[in-house]
């Protein structure tokens, strides 16, 4: 796909009505959300939080979105593929300056150029108790991504023909001696899953709704 060709149903996008929890359940089904939430939830308020997904072209014009792969660490979300993005801070404005900051932060890009074309459906994690809320941009540069070397491993480039037209593969997790059964993205053997990859799938289905 041509970032310059796919713009215009790129930003047909923001008129789009969110499918919500139709997408999310795409991926984990209510059943293994209401497992996740009896087994994590303490009652505590769930942190804040926001991630930027952002397509862009890359040098040769072909539209790409990115993506992080996390430090391995001492957490839930230890080595795994996210969008940039992370917890909000005191001191930003809103939840759209926490996703521009970390995403500034993590891969350096100038979130200046960047245009937000639409605010998804608010996420819960249980697992970690963080609301996430996700913002679908766009910049018309390439980005000259750099890294931070403390958050982030690698920076992952994926064509978003790829993303629009993935089929969902199947995948098993365990969390406290329990099994469950979920579908995630697979690009050539690097799987997005998890909250991730509910968050792709509203992005799949608006782009794929107002392009069909």
């Given amino acids: 796909m041509i970032f310059s060709e796919i713009l215009p149903q790129l930003i047909r996008i923001k008129e789009q009505e969110l499918p919500g929890v139709l997408s999310h359940n795409k991926i984990m089904n209510s059943e293994v959300r209401r497992f996740l939430f009896e087994d994590f939830n303490e009652g505590k308020p769930p942190k804040e939080s926001a991630v930027l997904g952002l397509v862009y072209p890359d040098k040769t014009g072909i539209a790409k979105m990115v993506f992080i792969l996390r430090k ?48 998804l459906t608010m996420l819960h994690i249980p697992v970690s108790n963080y609301n996430v809320q996700a913002f679908l941009g766009i910049t018309h540069q390439t980005p000259a991504f750099v890294k931070d070397p403390a958050e982030v491993e690698e920076i992952l480039e994926i064509p978003f023909a790829s993303i629009v037209n993935n089929e969902l593969a199947s995948l098993e997790r365990q969390y406290k001696s329990k099994a469950y059964k979920l579908n995630a993205f697979d690009f050539e053997g690097l799987k997005i899953w998890g909250a991730t990859a509910m968050i792709l799938s509203e992005i799949v289905d608006l782009y794929n709704k107002q392009r069909s």
Avoid: M, N
């Fill in 72 to 119: 391995t660490y001492d957490g839930h979300h230890s080595g795994q593929i996210a969008f940039p993005g992370g917890k909000r801070e005191p001191f930003d404005a809103d939840l759209l300056a926490t996703a521009l900051r970390e995403a500034q932060e993590e891969i350096g890009i100038d979130v200046d150029k960047v245009r937000i074309i639409k605010e």
